[in-house]
């Protein structure tokens, strides 16, 4: 396995289209979890799911923003009628997670959108 | 939510040892320090986590005291290739949240 992979690597886009991110994670981890950052930032939680169901969504997940993990697998994150303020990198990392145990998360190299 | 505090920003010299310390008052029982390290353009990479004490691996070592309120982060004779900027995160599996993280520069 070659790591958490993200697609595509960069987008540009005017505001008001949608887009949308898939992300590919490490085959055996059970966990997927996506941020967003801005630059001079450090990432920010959106959500992230263990297998297929959502468990936590962060408020920085407005109604334009959803994300689905189908089958416990790869995860789409998108985004409806993109503004200007959506660009970002967006990062999604993946780990194997047992009860509260200690963890550790593998990043992807992220989307880095532009919304024009 | 534990909440970290961490400098903004750090200098070095290649060869010297850096700690960088975060301060964590409000850590709860469950939680655990976790390191990361972040290159531009690219996704934060795991360091090191612990519990209390000391832990130590082969590019890090993670002190903590006793009270768990602050943990060092100690790296062995940088290089330049350790310019980079490193987050401190304190949580369980359940709750990750990252900081703004401090900005180490190595100079020659």
Known sequence: ?116 | LAKTTQPISMDSYEGQEVNITCSHNNIATNDYITWYQQFPSQGPRFIIQGYKTKVTNEVASLFIPADRKSSTLSLPRVSLSDTAVYYCLVGDSNDMRFGAGTRLTVKP
């Open chain 1, 1 to 116: 396995d070659t790591g958490v992979s993200q697609d595509p690597r960069h987008k540009i886009t005017k505001r008001g289209q949608n887009v949308t991110f898939r992300c590919d994670p490490i085959s055996e981890h059970n966990r997927l979890y996506w941020y967003r950052q801005t630059l001079g930032q450090g990432p920010e939680f959106l959500t992230y799911f263990q297998n297929e169901a959502q468990l936590e969504k962060s408020r920085l997940l407005s109604d334009r923003f959803s994300a689905e993990r189908p089958k416990g697998s790869f995860s789409t994150l998108e985004i409806q009628r993109t503004e200007q303020g959506d660009s970002a990198m967006y990062l999604c990392a993946s780990s194997y997670t047992s009860g509260r145990s200690s963890y550790e998360q593998y990043f992807g190299p992220g989307t880095r959108l532009t919304v024009t």
